[in-house]
């Protein structure tokens, strides 16, 4: 049995916001997104965000990289 992927709530807000800021998708935001995808209940402005980020990531406008976080120590 898989273990069910859950978006927490206002997380996707957060998480948009951050890519847009750092212009960088890491694995743990790439978790966050594969969540949102699996979301039945995003409103219409979250679908919207969505599409921007994947269309951005398409256009090579924000770039994906293999660190887990982009939190600076």
Same mark, same amino acid.
């Given at each position: 049995?898989? +273990?069910? %992927?859950?978006? $927490?709530?206002?997380?996707?807000? =957060?998480?948009?916001?951050?890519?847009? !800021?750092?212009?960088? *998708?890491?694995?743990?935001? @790439?978790?966050?997104?594969?969540? +949102? *995808?699996?979301?039945?209940?995003?409103?219409?402005? =979250?679908?919207? #965000?969505? #599409?921007? /980020?994947? @269309?951005? %990531?398409?256009?090579?406008? %924000? !770039? $994906? *990289?293999?660190? $887990? #976080?982009? /939190?600076?120590?």
């Amino acid at each position: 049995m898989e +273990a069910p %992927i859950c978006l $927490i709530e206002s997380a996707l807000g =957060e998480l948009f916001a951050k890519i847009h !800021e750092t212009g960088r *998708v890491t694995l743990a935001d @790439r978790y966050g997104l594969l969540a +949102a *995808v699996f979301d039945d209940n995003l409103t219409e402005e =979250e679908l919207r #965000s969505l #599409s921007r /980020i994947y @269309r951005a %990531i398409a256009r090579k406008q %924000i !770039e $994906i *990289v293999d660190e $887990i #976080s982009t /939190i600076e120590k």
